[in-house]
């Protein structure tokens, strides 16, 4: 199929999360019947991320992936959230088990606009799935800082600098930190950083998809 029916394939509104309980095409190829949302052919050939250090990261950031978490992200497509927050889940299962699982946090304002906290979902559904505290409030952003799309790399660690307080106490507890998307890491730094001071031994970030880095396959 191509990456322009892809495309269209991506843009047509699921109209309830109960869906994914139901027999479907999938919204990516459009060919076959599932259970869920994406046939295991498709599910198989989407772009994986290389390991880092200190964290898992499910897919590379890029077409059709970026796609489905836009559509999770922005259109509120609950039932695609809950399917990348699936992949998550499984995708963390042989790491060691964090004390407690810590979404990255919105501003109150932003929240509001969106409407819901696409880490704190992904957060809840890994938490359930490995048997683990998930923390929702632990975590706080305390201000809005500019858009980190518009900044370089440097910049963008100056603009979060005291951006996260940490309202719980960890004393040396192994956390993990969830998101749905990885770019520079400087937020997941400065958040890691506030996660530090309130105790936690150890930080590892979990996210579904990670930004490939410049000339990255």
């Not at 309980?21 to 999938?26: F, T």
């Not at 932003?110 to 704190?120: D, I, V």
């Not at 100056?158 to 770019?183: E, K, Q, Y």
């Not at 400065?190 to 309130?198: C, I, P």
Request: proline share 6%; hydrophobic share 45%; with cysteine.
């Amino acid at each position: 199929m191509s990456n322009l029916r892809r495309f269209a394939a991506l843009r047509m509104p699921i109209f309830s999360a109960a869906l994914d309980l139901l027999g479907s095409d999938c919204v990516l190829c459009l060919d076959r019947a599932v259970d869920g949302l994406v046939c295991a052919p498709c599910a198989a050939s989407l772009p994986r991320a290389t390991p880092f250090d200190g964290g898992v990261a499910c897919y590379a950031y890029r077409f059709p992936v970026d796609r489905l978490v836009q559509r999770f992200k922005f259109a509120g497509d609950l039932a695609v959230g809950k399917w990348l927050s699936r992949q998550l889940a499984a995708r963390v299962r042989g790491e060691p088990r964090p004390l407690v699982i810590v979404p990255m946090p919105l501003t109150s304002r932003r929240l509001r606009e969106r409407g819901f906290n696409q880490a704190a979902e992904i957060a809840g559904v890994v938490a359930r799935s490995l048997r683990v505290p998930c923390s929702l409030r632990a975590l706080e952003r305390t201000r809005d800082a500019p858009p980190q799309s518009r900044l370089g790399r440097r910049a963008r660690r100056a603009n979060l600098r005291g951006a996260f307080r940490c309202r719980m106490r960890l004393s040396g507890r192994r956390v993990a930190l969830v998101d749905d998307v990885i770019t520079t890491g400087a937020t997941a730094h400065a958040a890691a950083q506030a996660l530090r001071r309130a105790g936690a031994s150890r930080v590892d970030i979990w996210v579904v998809a990670r930004t490939p880095a410049p000339g990255e396959a």
